[in-house]
């Protein structure tokens, strides 16, 4: 903690607020992949390579059907909407195949 106090001092905060914004703009991206935390070291340690090699990560887990989240592991339920992931699966199914049947008539 100290060689990283002094590190920021020798080069000025300019490079906290830099590893900060790189941090906070891993995490984001890497929140879309279900991978938040190693998004956020990736991003502060190596920057915009960082954000390159997190959006060329596979999506990890579960998408959501009803808001397109990824859901880490095989949940049942959303973390982010909270619905019944596998109902969602099955009605999207239908309605899909509802919608092209529609869009096909006109
Ligand atoms: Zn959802």
């Known amino acids: ?5 002094a590190f ?4 000025g905060p300019g490079v906290g ?12 991206l890497g929140l879309r992949k279900g991978r938040g935390i190693k998004g956020a070291v990736f991003g502060a ?3 915009p390579i960082g954000w390159y090699l997190i959006g060329r ?6 998408s959501c059907a009803e808001c397109g989240g990824i859901n880490p592991g095989n949940p049942r339920i959303c973390r982010h909407c909270g619905i019944n992931l596998l109902a969602a699966e099955k009605r999207t199914e239908r309605s899909r195949v509802r919608g092209t049947t529609d869009s096909w008539r006109g």
Do not use: T
């Not at 903690?1 to 106090?5: D, Y």
């Not at 920021?8 to 080069?11: E, G, R």
């Open 1 to 5: 903690m100290e060689q990283a106090l």
């Open 8 to 11: 920021i001092q020798s080069y």
């Open 17 to 28: 607020i830099y590893l900060l914004v790189a941090a906070v703009i891993g995490l984001v």
């Open 45 to 47: 340690i190596l920057g």
């Open 57 to 62: 990560w596979d999506a990890r887990g579960k």
